[in-house]
């Protein structure tokens, strides 16, 4: 028997979403709870994203009069996943408890206080697919004051949205458009008056996943979750074939810390290591990753030390990016996502070949870029724009209409030319064949349809774009000298395959039994979402409700955790 240093009912490795929810549960249950967290922050790739939850039937669709249910939703994912079988983390009972569970998640969330919401419109990736929301099923924390949680506000993991007005993700969105739109300018001055009223009052609002962890954290404090930073797990403890606690470290020395109902593990997955990468995804870089520094597998390794089943491993939530000088480095990289999908701008490879719709899933989109390489040159890919689209949008972090750094042209990162011709010499790409690109993607502005791939004729390709264009808010000649190009990676924010769990979050073994004692969520996890992204927030969504199931498994055990439609 192990002696144990200490000893709590349920012990957490990470500190991502799924974790906090896990822990509000557990303590709601009146049971002990500690998470383990490796690094010196709190919130994993949770806080660095967007913080979007993909909950379908949720509350706030019923709210907002948005017609959604189980059948519609199981329709879509139907549609989307299909029965693939070598993606057991997206079985159909899995899919099915996932539909069950999300609303009531929500509604616990709410219970403890969280304070959640919905972007009015947010369409599903696949919207044309049966079943598909056109408003979509998203979930977002409110904003939220940082300067509430005290001390803790420094550990607070930082998000990628760094703005200094108050703005909420929907608000955000809009913000580009400010040159060209009133409705913009009068959004403007409210964030304007907000972020005075915030600085008079002593307030510190932030957005995103900052808003979501940090209103998880402040909840998960205040219910007594005991939560350790620079805490590193090293090892399950198994005994009677059966996992009993985790050792960790505490003051430089290895502390064993037993967990009497279970031990759920929720350590993101391995996008910052570049061996797992070469063995699982070749052909990505950690250089293009924008998961959090502590993504490093090896709490994925540990399990399958134990004897756990791993899949879905080649797969990422791949998004796209941009890398002018410097953004190697950066912790957060410049997104292309809405890039090639706006007006005045497509995504060639590298023999100046388009090959795919630029809208719809960043998921997909990196897919494709990483296939088509396989065949022709595409990593990187060129996103070739006008003129008109650097006059009206975002390029790498930088606003409409401003002027570029002068080392983006001197390092040859921004490719600019009088003519398509002259650029295609630049890429070293045939000139003929760029020019006949461009001129066949001109040929379906004027008609307004892509033959070819279809961009704009599902509401998700015309949310990328731009509300303000007409005829169609994606399709956009390429036609105003001077011409441009920038290369396109095909990056991520995380990866997505990992240890095989079931219906109630237990890890299982390659022989399908289970390992007694621990469970897994997140992207530790191979994702019930198979090999698919079905909407924003399929990740951190998923996430949540794991870490829900599994700590309410945990913690009543002697009640069935089969959901009930």
Not at 41 to 48: E, K, M, N, P
Not at 51 to 67: A, L, Q, S, T, Y
Not at 174 to 182: D, F, G, N, T
Not at 430 to 452: C, Q, S
Request: charged share 20%; glycine share 12%; hydrophobic share 40%.
């Amino acid at each position: 028997m192990t002696e144990f240093d200490e000893t709590y009912d349920f012990v957490v490795a990470g500190s991502g979403g799924g974790s906090m929810c896990a822990g509000l549960l557990a303590k709601s249950l009146g049971h002990s709870v500690l998470i383990l967290e490796k690094t010196d922050l709190v919130g994993g790739t949770t806080a660095r994203s967007g913080g979007v939850m993909w909950i379908p039937n949720n509350p706030f669709m019923k709210r907002d009069g948005v017609e959604d249910s189980y059948e519609k939703a199981a329709a879509y994912l139907d549609s989307v996943l299909g029965d693939a079988a070598d993606a057991p983390g997206a079985s159909r009972e899995r899919r099915h408890t996932y539909l069950t569970e999300a609303p009531r998640m929500i509604e616990f969330l709410a219970g403890q206080g969280i304070r959640l919401t919905r972007v009015s419109e947010w369409p599903d990736y696949y919207d044309e697919r049966p079943g598909g929301s056109v408003a979509g099923r998203t979930v977002v924390a409110e904003l939220f004051d940082v300067n509430e949680l005290g001390l803790w506000k420094e550990k607070l993991r930082p998000s990628f949205i760094q703005l200094s007005l108050p703005a909420t993700l929907e608000e955000m969105m809009e913000l580009p458009a400010y040159k060209r739109s009133w409705q913009v300018k009068w959004l403007m001055l409210k964030l304007a008056l907000r972020g005075l009223a915030a600085k008079l009052g002593g307030k510190h609002w932030v957005a995103g996943g900052a808003a979501l962890q940090g209103r998880m954290l402040q909840a998960a404090l205040r219910a007594g979750v005991e939560l350790r930073t620079g805490s590193p797990v090293k090892e399950l403890i198994v005994e009677d074939d059966a996992v009993k606690g985790v050792t960790t470290v505490k003051d430089g020395h290895a502390w064993r810390v037993g967990a009497r109902l279970g031990v759920l593990i929720n350590a993101g997955g391995f996008a910052r290591n570049q061996g797992m990468r070469d063995r699982y995804q070749p052909g990505t870089s950690v250089k293009w990753t924008m998961a959090a520094p502590g993504d490093t597998g090896e709490m994925i390794e540990e399990m399958m030390r134990r004897g756990a089943a791993i899949a879905q491993m080649e797969e990422r939530v791949g998004s796209q990016v941009t890398l002018p000088p410097g953004a190697e480095e950066s912790e957060f990289k410049p997104t292309a996502q809405a890039m090639t999908a706006s007006p005045h701008a497509i995504l060639v490879d590298q023999s100046g070949v388009r090959y795919m719709n630029e809208g719809g899933s960043y998921m997909a989109y990196c897919k494709g870029m990483l296939e088509r390489n396989k065949s022709v040159p595409a990593v990187p890919s060129w996103a070739i724009f006008d003129s008109q689209y650097l006059r009206k949008y975002m390029l790498a972090g930088t606003m409409p209409g401003s002027k570029k750094p002068q080392n983006w042209t001197d390092s040859g990162y921004l490719k600019a030319a009088d003519s398509i011709d002259q650029l295609a010499a630049q890429l070293k790409i045939d000139t003929a064949t760029l020019g006949a690109t461009v001129e066949r993607f001109n040929g379906f502005v004027a008609k307004n349809r892509d033959e070819d791939f279809h961009r704009g004729e599902r509401a998700y390709d015309n949310w990328l774009g731009d509300w303000l264009h007409q005829p169609s808010a994606t399709l956009g000649a390429i036609e105003k000298a001077p011409f441009y190009a920038v290369p396109v990676l095909p990056g991520d924010v995380g990866t997505y395959g990992g240890v095989v769990t079931d219906a109630q979050a237990r890890v299982l073994r390659v022989d399908g039994s289970v390992i007694q004692g621990l469970y897994a969520t997140g992207v530790s996890t191979a994702s019930v979402m198979g090999r698919a992204y079905p909407g924003a927030g399929s990740s951190v969504g998923p996430s949540f409700v794991w870490g829900y199931v599994a700590a309410r498994h945990a913690c009543e055990p002697q009640s069935s955790t089969r959901p009930s439609r």
